[in-house]
């Protein structure tokens, strides 16, 4: 017998008693609807109410579930969700993993597929629980995500932020999207004197002036259409910590000003208030744009970029860190492999060397995807070639827009042949061809590069 709450969501109304049947059966406390609207109108009076699990139909006539799953995740409804479907697509199962899916099943699923999801979600809920109950217990904040590294290049910027964060300056992190720049943010505060504080981020591109506004200074009754009641800003909520500001070159020339304040007074003033409040908080911003040049064209303060900038760390790309291309996707396949429950232990030679060789215009979180991806679609102990998006994209990012990279003869030599054989329908004839090269050179680098699957012919 189980103990926990169910939300079931499904147009069919054999599936709708199947599992209301075997889940009754076990004790569990139910909720079902039968289209996608009800169960919006549900969740929006009502939250989840402590559910432990929404098990949604993919395909609805009315409102599709990956659409649900979405709102459920803007809503921040903390629940786990599992997908059903007829439909044994891939395209779809990926999708719904990637919106923040819990898990998926295709139907028709036997009555044990179900009973096993369940015991994992209220096992996790307990671990949960423990691990919050140990935190408030040592009243210290969780730990940041771990940084994975071997490359010199990276090893300066991780140094560096370990001598800042035991100073009280604000920080500018400087780099290409995808490269890491809150979790660099993360490790500087967790290693300075505001540890045990507070580490809130914001993201200033993602919100429009009037919300971020509200969001960092606060509002209070009345200040505007729908305020309601009194809120809370982040810049009250990280008082004595640590503040991130991402994206902090797509901030407006109005909210610039107010921040500025915040910088030289140390005080803001809520929205639609006129008493100021007092704050002591560090600030970590992080742009992917040129701040000076931004500066230069009136597009950002001066006087602001100054607060901010006291020290500056720039991110390398990774196609600049190709020896943390392993150790990072060894790192991200077993993060998956644990949260997806699969036993994935390990690359494929040509697999590696694929991931080893491309440049990762999107950097380390394209390379997070890359694998997560992987994981998803691998169904034996091993990551191939095959299972990586970078396998339809060979050619190297700078090879579109003619921008140059320093890379070893022996990598674009590899690049070019694997680009051929891909073009020429893995005809290694053909292929050999187009390169003008003996049949036998080709076979000796196909060999030698872990190409052995590139051709058949």
Known sequence: MYNGRVIICDDEVEILRYLSKILTAKGLDLEVFSSGTSLMSYLENHGVDAADLLLLDVRMPDLDGLEILQRV????????VVMMTAYASINSAIEAM??????????????????????????????????SALKDELGIPSPS??????SESFRRVHEMAMLVAQSESNVVILGESGTGK????SLIHNN??????????????ALSDTLLESQLFGHVRGAFTGAVNAQKGLLDAANHGTLFLDEVGDMSPAIQAKL???????????VGDTKARSVDIRFVAATNKDLEEEVRQKRFREDLYFRLNVISLHLPPLRERGADIELLARHFLIKYAARMKREITDFTREAMQLLISYSWPGNIRELE??????AILTRGHTITAETLPVWRNPQPAEAKTGVSRLVSLETVEREHILHV???SGNNKSRAAKILEIARRTLDRKIEEYGLEDGGSR
Do not use: H, W
């Open 73 to 80: 995740k803007k809503m921040n409804l903390e629940v786990p």
């Open 98 to 131: 990637k919106l923040g899916a819990y898990d998926y099943v295709t139907k028709p699923f036997p009555k044990e597929k179900i009973f096993g999801i369940l015991e994992k979600v209220l096992e996790r809920k307990e671990l949960l629980k423990e691990n």
């Open 145 to 150: 995500t771990p940084l994975v590294f071997s």
């Open 182 to 185: 809150e979790l660099v943010a």
């Open 192 to 205: 300075s004197p505001r540890a045990k504080e507070r580490f809130l981020t914001i993201n200033c591109a």
């Open 260 to 270: 500025l304040r915040v910088l030289q007074e140390g005080d803001f003033i809520p």
């Open 369 to 374: 995807n890359a694998i997560e991806r992987a």
């Open 421 to 423: 054989l891909k073009a």
